[in-house]
């Protein structure tokens, strides 16, 4: 199965984000607590080196907790400021104040050596499309947060979000796009819905997700479509499907239907809590 995303545009991003990157102090970048490794870009690694670095495992709403926990360590253990995060709750973002607080606790101390005190840390938010970049500046700039810069003549470039006292944000998020030199990755970030899959591959991309789900999470699609767990995916799918009442005209069994129900119902957490990758995996 080969996946592809707009290669086109990786230049330019990186090129713009190199740029952007010069002007802040801290980059706090969303993964997708589903797929935290398959979801992060490593290019990120190099051109935030030097950076105060914060990982927020975003979604975790609709991740398994435990294993959410154990990302948190992964990557905490690597160096990063990080927390599971539902970036649709405002009040579940008052942490990473904090958390930006630690994160530049030695920038801070530098400048108030220097007698600088009560300059605003400067934070951008960088992650792959559909991470939840959007809402999670939306949610943790609120509505009573004033822009600064981009006045008419008085500072051409960059918009900059005021949080409070001692957070500015960069209001455009830096985008990464997923890399793929290994197609589980492709794979993981097709179950969760981060990269469009084409309708011939979706019934393949069921496929996996039934052979991962009943091994992993065993008992779900028994609950969830009153089907035996055992045989090939294929059948289990072609009983998902009869269950349903997918059919197709001329009576034939409706896959594509079934398949896009399953990932659908994923999606939206329907089958319960699941991340699809573990850390001693990857
Ligand atoms: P982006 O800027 O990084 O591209 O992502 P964006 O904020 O647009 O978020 C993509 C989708 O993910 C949105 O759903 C958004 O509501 C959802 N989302 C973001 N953060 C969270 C979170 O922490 N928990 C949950 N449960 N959802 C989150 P949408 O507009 O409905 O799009 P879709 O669901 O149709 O993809």
Same mark, same amino acid.
């Given at each position: 199965?080969?996946? *592809?995303?707009?290669?086109?545009?990786? +230049? #330019? %991003?990186?090129?713009?984000?190199?740029?952007?990157?010069?002007?802040?102090?801290?980059?706090?970048?969303?993964? =997708? %607590?589903?797929?935290?490794?398959?979801?992060?870009?490593?290019?990120?690694? =190099?051109?935030?080196?030097?950076?105060?670095?914060?990982?927020?495992?975003? #979604?975790?709403?609709?991740?398994?907790? /435990? !294993?959410?926990?154990?990302?948190? /360590?992964?990557?905490?253990n690597?160096? &990063?400021?990080?927390?599971? !995060?539902?970036?649709?709750?405002? @009040?579940?973002l008052k942490?990473?104040?904090?958390?930006?607080?630690?994160?530049? /606790?030695?920038?801070?101390?530098?400048?108030? $050596?220097r007698?600088?005190?009560?300059?605003?840390?400067?934070?951008?938010?960088?992650?792959?499309? @559909?991470?939840?970049?959007?809402?999670?500046? @939306?949610? &943790?700039?609120?509505?009573?947060?004033?822009? +600064?810069?981009? #006045?008419?003549?008085?500072?051409?470039?960059? *918009?900059? !979000?005021?949080? @409070?006292?001692?957070?500015?944000?960069? =209001?455009?998020?830096?985008?990464?796009?997923? $890399? &793929?030199?290994?197609?589980?990755?492709?794979?993981?970030?097709?179950?969760?819905?981060?990269?469009?899959e084409?309708?011939?591959?979706?019934?393949e991309?069921?496929?996996?997700?039934?052979?991962?789900?009943?091994?992993?999470?065993?008992?779900?699609? /028994?609950?969830?479509?009153?089907?035996?767990?055992?045989?090939?995916?294929?059948?289990?799918?072609?009983?998902?499907?009869?269950?349903?009442?997918? !059919?197709?005209?001329?009576?034939?069994?409706?896959?594509?239907? %079934? %398949?896009?129900?399953?990932?659908?119902?994923?999606?939206? +957490?329907?089958?319960?809590?699941?991340t699809?990758?573990?850390?001693?995996?990857?």
């Open positions: 199965m080969h996946f *592809q995303w707009y290669p086109g545009h990786m +230049t #330019k %991003a990186v090129r713009g984000m190199r740029e952007d990157i010069k002007l802040i102090d801290v980059v706090i970048e969303l993964v =997708d %607590a589903r797929c935290p490794m398959s979801s992060k870009n490593p290019d990120i690694d =190099d051109i935030a080196k030097n950076k105060s670095r914060i990982l927020l495992l975003n #979604k975790a709403d609709m991740a398994d907790e /435990k !294993v959410t926990a154990q990302w948190k /360590k992964y990557y905490e690597q160096g &990063f400021f990080v927390h599971a !995060v539902n970036s649709t709750k405002r @009040n579940e942490i990473v104040n904090s958390l930006i607080q630690s994160a530049c /606790k030695e920038k801070i101390e530098r400048d108030r $050596k007698g600088i005190l009560n300059r605003p840390v400067r934070a951008m938010i960088v992650g792959i499309p @559909n991470v939840g970049k959007s809402t999670f500046i @939306n949610s &943790f700039s609120g509505k009573a947060c004033t822009k +600064t810069g981009n #006045k008419p003549g008085v500072t051409k470039g960059k *918009q900059w !979000v005021r949080i @409070n006292k001692s957070v500015e944000l960069l =209001d455009t998020p830096g985008i990464l796009w997923p $890399k &793929f030199e290994d197609q589980t990755v492709g794979l993981r970030l097709a179950f969760i819905g981060s990269i469009k084409e309708l011939l591959q979706r019934v991309i069921s496929l996996d997700f039934i052979d991962f789900v009943r091994e992993t999470y065993p008992g779900t699609l /028994k609950e969830k479509y009153s089907v035996e767990e055992i045989g090939e995916a294929s059948d289990i799918l072609m009983k998902i499907a009869e269950n349903r009442n997918f !059919v197709k005209k001329g009576n034939e069994i409706d896959y594509e239907k %079934a %398949a896009a129900t399953i990932l659908d119902e994923f999606r939206h +957490t329907k089958l319960g809590r699941i699809v990758e573990r850390p001693q995996e990857s």
